[in-house]
């Protein structure tokens, strides 16, 4: 495969994955910043509905969301920021994972853990391939 090529093939992977970023991030803002009640009713989770519980996972999960979706967006409609973008999303969603973990060996493990681990891992596998896909100036 010629240079050329190459860097256009590693540019199209990026941008594809950090659109994925973009959509999933975009999907979970929604869920906490309009439907944050029922959202965490699917984990076993429950607020009392209180305008401060409800608030605070708009403005907790729902704003960080919001804030990753954009820096997606903004990564790809500002190509020259794009390695900037995804070195935030990889970060972020590299700490997403260590949570995980850390939930899974300190509370335990259920099935659902690992459903949202292997999600979380495969996607944090992606920025990454996409971090490095990149080609540098």
């Given at each position: 495969?010629?240079?050329?090529?190459?860097?256009?093939?590693?540019?199209?992977?990026?941008?594809?994955?950090?659109?994925?970023?973009?959509a999933?991030?975009?999907?979970?803002a929604?869920?906490?910043?309009?439907?944050?009640?029922?959202?965490?009713?699917?984990f076993?989770?429950?607020?009392?509905?209180?305008?401060?519980?409800?608030?605070?996972?708009?403005?907790?999960?729902?704003?960080?969301?919001?804030?990753?979706?954009?820096?997606?967006?903004?990564g790809l409609?500002?190509?020259?920021?794009?390695?900037?973008?995804?070195?935030?999303?990889?970060?972020?969603?590299?700490?997403?994972?260590?949570?995980?973990?850390?939930?899974?060996?300190?509370?335990?493990?259920?099935?659902?853990?690992?459903?949202?681990?292997?999600?979380?891992g495969?996607?944090?596998?992606?920025?990454?391939?996409a971090?490095?896909?990149?080609?540098?100036?």
């Amino acid at each position: 495969m010629n240079a050329a090529l190459k860097r256009n093939v590693g540019v199209w992977f990026a941008r594809v994955v950090t659109l994925y970023a973009a959509a999933i991030f975009l999907f979970l803002a929604y869920l906490y910043m309009i439907e944050p009640l029922d959202h965490i009713a699917n984990f076993g989770i429950s607020a009392s509905g209180a305008p401060e519980s409800v608030n605070f996972l708009r403005a907790g999960p729902g704003a960080l969301f919001t804030g990753l979706a954009i820096t997606a967006l903004y990564g790809l409609a500002r190509p020259s920021r794009l390695v900037a973008c995804l070195w935030v999303i990889v970060v972020f969603n590299g700490c997403v994972v260590a949570a995980r973990l850390t939930g899974i060996a300190t509370e335990g493990v259920t099935s659902l853990q690992l459903t949202e681990l292997r999600d979380e891992g495969v996607s944090w596998l992606l920025f990454v391939a996409a971090l490095i896909a990149h080609p540098r100036r």
